[in-house]
T-cell receptor
Framework: AQSVTQPDIHITVSEGASLELRCNYSYGATPYLFWYVQSPGQGLQLLLKYFSGDTLVQGIKGFEAEFKRSQSSFNLRKPSVHWSDAAEYFCALVPTDSWGKFQFGAGTQVVVTP | EPEVTQTPSHQVTQMGQEVILRCVPISNHLYFYWYRQILGQKVEFLVSFYNNEISEKSEIFDDQFSVERPDGSNFTLKIRSTKLEDSAMYFC???????????FGPGTRLLVL
């Protein structure tokens, strides 16, 4: 069975510092991978996705993620964090043979300090 | 930019009552989904719907749950007899391709008393 692990439940980062959120997955092949962000009281907003091809994908709000097959990872990065990036971040995968059944990680809560 | 909408934003109900959560997916999308997020827990898949039938469902989606697309725009989730443990945020999502990114609505927060 497939699964998604986000090892960090909570991360605190200073405004202007870099951010990296970890995501590891378990799946027999290369799944489709996504990062979503959820601000308090809001729904899930897509940041970026990886289907195939270039392993470094660019997303919205200055985020990027790198797919590493050898490590079964899809880590999210941002070079310089803004206070508005405080939110919860979810990594998700869709098995390539499914009907779009997303498997979400448990999420990483990001707190941005001045 | 088109978006998925959900109503109501909040619903409070008594245990044993029926609730219907409504969603309006993005108009050209073909695949529809319901997820739920119990407070403090991860987002969980409930059901996917395509071509007017359920294509996949999770263990959570038991006989108390049903989905329907009653017309060309709405997509509903019905819980026949709510339980305390049904209290959660329910998200609707849609996409035009089952392998593509899903677009999520803002959610309905359901509280069962």
């Amino acid at each position: 069975a497939q699964s998604v692990t986000q090892p960090d439940i909570h991360i605190t980062v200073s405004e202007g510092a870099s951010l990296e959120l970890r995501c590891n997955y378990s799946y027999g092949a290369t799944p489709y991978l996504f990062w979503y962000v959820q601000s308090p009281g809001q729904g899930l907003q897509l940041l970026l996705k990886y289907f195939s091809g270039d392993t470094l994908v660019q997303g919205i709000k200055g985020f990027e993620a790198e797919f590493k097959r050898s490590q079964s990872s899809f880590n999210l990065r941002k070079p310089s964090v803004h206070w508005s990036d405080a939110a919860e971040y979810f990594c998700a995968l869709v098995p390539t043979d499914s009907w779009g059944k997303f498997q979400f990680g448990a999420g990483t809560q990001v707190v941005v300090t001045p | 930019e088109p978006e998925v909408t959900q109503t109501p934003s909040h619903q409070v109900t008594q245990m044993g009552q029926e609730v219907i959560l409504r969603c309006v997916p993005i108009s050209n999308h073909l695949y529809f989904y319901w997820y739920r997020q119990i407070l403090g827990q991860k987002v969980e898949f409930l059901v996917s719907f395509y071509n007017n039938e359920i294509s996949e469902k999770s263990e959570i989606f038991d006989d108390q749950f049903s989905v329907e697309r009653p017309d060309g725009s709405n997509f509903t989730l019905k819980i026949r007899s709510t339980k305390l443990e049904d209290s959660a945020m329910y998200f609707c999502a849609s996409t035009f391709d089952r392998t593509a990114a899903q677009y999520f609505g803002p959610g309905t927060r359901l509280l069962v008393l």
